[in-house]
């Protein structure tokens, strides 16, 4: 299994701030991905990372407000940009070791914006 | 488009019953399909892997089919506890993409 770490574990935001969640795992990966979960909803992927490159985001998703960085192989970065109470989400961030095979998930970071 | 539905949405036993959590999904060219559980407020733990090859995993007692024909799949979970008390996912892996498509998931609370 894969070990990942993020931070913050939480954070309480103002409206109109911006935030920045780290995301760390214990080895290389090829692929790092992010997903939003609102409250009482499932996942949604927002972006694919892939180290070296730039992110791939999904229908919905924009650069301008979830900037990506992936500088090596074992970290990465969300921002949250310019924030409104509807990004109140837990916010995870996911590798997938082998290629297409069992994919393992941080703990998330809990984001409330007020 | 793959869209993926679980039933119930919500379910209560009490401890000691075997139970059934449902996966649906409406593409049949997956990959592979992946069950995780997810406690309030945390990540996801993933349960049980299944390719697209594979009828079922076992894990302890926990077991999970796949019939990809027909666009489903099964977790079924034996003589649950209280501490089995999560929701559960489903994610399915379509061939030739690399991202999960998460179902709506099932919340399952067991009683002592």
């Known amino acids: 299994s894969a070990v990942i770490s993020q931070k913050p574990s939480r954070d309480i935001c103002q409206r109109g701030t911006s935030l920045t969640i780290q995301c760390q795992v214990d080895s290389q990966v090829t692929m790092m991905f992010w997903y939003r979960q609102q409250p009482g909803q499932s996942l949604t992927l927002i972006a694919t990372a892939n180290q070296g490159s730039e992110a791939t985001y999904e229908s919905g998703f924009v650069i301008d407000k979830f900037p990506i960085s992936r500088p090596n192989l074992t970290f990465s970065t969300l921002t949250v940009s310019n924030m409104s109470p509807e990004d109140s989400s837990i916010y995870l961030c996911?590798?997938?070791?082998?290629?297409?095979?069992?994919?393992?998930f941080g703990p998330g970071t809990r984001l409330l914006v007020l | 488009k793959q869209e993926v539905t679980q039933i119930p949405a919500a379910l209560s036993v009490p401890e000691g019953e075997n139970l059934v959590l449902n996966c649906s999904f409406t593409d049949s060219a997956i990959y592979n399909l992946q069950w995780f559980r997810q406690d309030p407020g945390k990540g996801l733990t993933s349960l049980l892997l299944?390719?697209?090859?594979?009828r079922e995993q076992t894990s302890g007692r926990l077991n999970a089919s796949l019939d990809k024909s027909s666009g489903r799949s099964t977790l079924y979970i034996a003589a649950s506890q209280p501490g089995d008390s999560a929701t559960y996912l489903c994610?399915?892996?379509?061939?030739?993409?690399?991202?999960?498509?998460f179902g709506t998931g099932t919340r399952l609370l067991v009683s002592p």
């Open positions: 996911s590798v997938d070791r082998a290629g297409r095979e069992t994919q393992y």
């Open positions: 994610a399915v892996r379509n061939t030739g993409f690399q991202k999960l498509v």
């Open positions: 299944i390719q697209s090859s594979q």
